[in-house]
């Protein structure tokens, strides 16, 4: 049958594109907290994001609190989970574009610096959700990042902005307003 151009239209229009979901991502639109607000994004089928902004005491600001809570999390969704970590620029992207990491967010990430590294040595790694450690040589620092601050900065922020910087845990948890697990 033969449709008038304006019903083609319309009938195009209302047409949306549907993908099946991965079992990664059933589990996590099955997370059932009224304080965690799961995410998934097709780029990433086997991919979890789980975050929460009801941070209210400075005890849950600090990144062994973060930490702590996506192994928890993890746990208890069957997921293995680690801090969120957006290694590359193109993944930083990826994070902003799909929401993963908003501008009013304040929240550790999976970086870190070696005990016995101090800029611009390096030393940087991600922690990974098995335990294992990788380079962090391609990190989307901030301009002018990492610069140690003085001497004493060793963990990766997301500090709202597009890129990461390196904190002095003690100094820079007070900021500290959300946590987001990559699981």
Known sequence: MRHSPLLTLLLTSLTCKVYSITPTQQRCSDVDNPDIFPQYFKEEPDKCYLYTSKIFAP??????????????????????????????????????????????????????????????????????ADGSQLSADGAPWLPGQPDNDGGNSNQGAYNGVTGITDENEA????QINAIQCEC
Not at 68 to 85: H, I, N, T
Not at 97 to 112: F, K, P
Not at 171 to 174: I, M, R
């Open 59 to 128: 005890e849950q600001q600090t990144l062994k609190y973060s930490k702590d809570k996506c192994k928890e999390w993890g746990a208890q969704y069957s997921f293995s989970c680690v801090l969120v970590s957006p290694m590359t620029a193109d993944k930083m992207k990826q994070y902003l574009d799909n929401s993963i990491l908003v501008s009013y967010m304040r929240c550790w990430l999976g970086l870190q610096q070696t005990s016995t590294s101090v800029e611009p040595a390096g030393g940087w790694y991600w922690q990974l």
């Open 171 to 174: 100094f820079f948890e007070s």
